[in-house]
């Protein structure tokens, strides 16, 4: 019996999403056409995942500490500098003119 899953891209949420190779675990790829995005359905590493990663920086802007997040998560603090790190980047180059108003 043959049956048809219909997967959305978790970046874009786009329906053009075909099969791209497997991990060496063993998980199914997937590729977007539409935003060409690589992704997988299940994540087997905690840290990997995208509500993880949206957690840490809300849990940022709330005023945790590293070790706290990686405690509350479940997830290394190298994880959760990595992630940081990543999100200063994207924002230094996508938003160069960003000011950054300290509370007196």
């Given at each position: 019996?043959?049956?048809?899953?219909?997967?959305e891209?978790?970046?874009?949420?786009s329906?053009?999403?075909?099969?791209?190779?497997?991990?060496?675990?063993?998980?199914?790829?997937?590729?977007?056409?539409n935003c060409k995005?690589?992704?997988?359905?299940?994540?087997?590493?905690?840290?990997?995942k995208?509500?993880?990663?949206?957690?840490?920086?809300?849990?940022?802007?709330?005023?945790?500490?590293?070790?706290?997040?990686?405690?509350?998560?479940?997830?290394?603090?190298?994880?959760?500098?990595?992630?940081?790190?990543?999100?200063?980047?994207l924002?230094?180059?996508?938003?160069?003119n960003?000011v950054i108003?300290?509370?007196?």
């Open positions: 019996m043959l049956v048809m899953q219909t997967v891209c978790i970046h874009c949420k329906e053009k999403v075909v099969k791209n190779g497997k991990r060496a675990s063993g998980v199914q790829c997937l590729l977007c056409r995005e690589s992704f997988q359905l299940e994540y087997t590493n905690n840290g990997a995208p509500e993880t990663k949206l957690m840490i920086i809300k849990m940022t802007l709330n005023g945790s500490g590293i070790r706290d997040i990686s405690r509350v998560l479940g997830v290394s603090q190298g994880t959760v500098i990595v992630v940081l790190k990543k999100l200063k980047i924002l230094s180059t996508s938003i160069p960003i108003l300290k509370n007196e």
